[in-house]
């Protein structure tokens, strides 16, 4: 079994910036890609950020050049780096990997963690 903790959300101004981190633990597993997530109330949820376990990153449109996703292997931990953060970026946010297990691949996803910008 795979667990995905999340931490860092919370409320910051516009402008602002957060660190959110999500650790994965547990044993017998290696991961693969891991991701964040974001999802607003009756909405879909959306991919924010990817990585995967060689470090190759993509952004969805609405965050290039704002946040920045990270991770350090050794530690199962990926990190996102949010900078310039606007109101419309006050959702739940979310974190996920693809696990191998025994040859097999798992998807986990984190609790969610709220970020909230005031203007």
């Known amino acids: 079994q795979v667990q995905l903790v999340e931490s860092g959300g919370g409320l910051v101004q516009a402008g602002g910036s957060l660190r959110l981190s999500c650790a994965a633990s547990?044993?017998?597993?290696?991961?693969?890609?891991m991701a964040w997530y974001r999802e607003a109330a009756g909405k879909q949820r959306e991919l924010v950020a990817r990585?995967?376990?060689?470090?190759?990153?993509n952004y969805a449109d609405s965050v290039k050049g704002r946040f920045t996703i990270s991770r350090d292997n050794a530690k199962n931990t990926v990190y996102l780096q949010m900078n310039s953060l606007k109101p419309e970026d006050t959702v739940v946010y979310y974190c996920?990997?693809?696990?191998?297990?025994?040859?097999?691949?798992?998807?986990?996803w984190g609790q969610g963690t709220q970020v909230t910008v005031s203007s």
């Open positions: 547990g044993s017998g597993f290696s991961i693969n890609t």
């Open positions: 996920k990997a693809i696990v191998a297990i025994a040859g097999r691949n798992y998807q986990y």
């Open positions: 990585i995967t376990s060689a470090g190759s990153a």
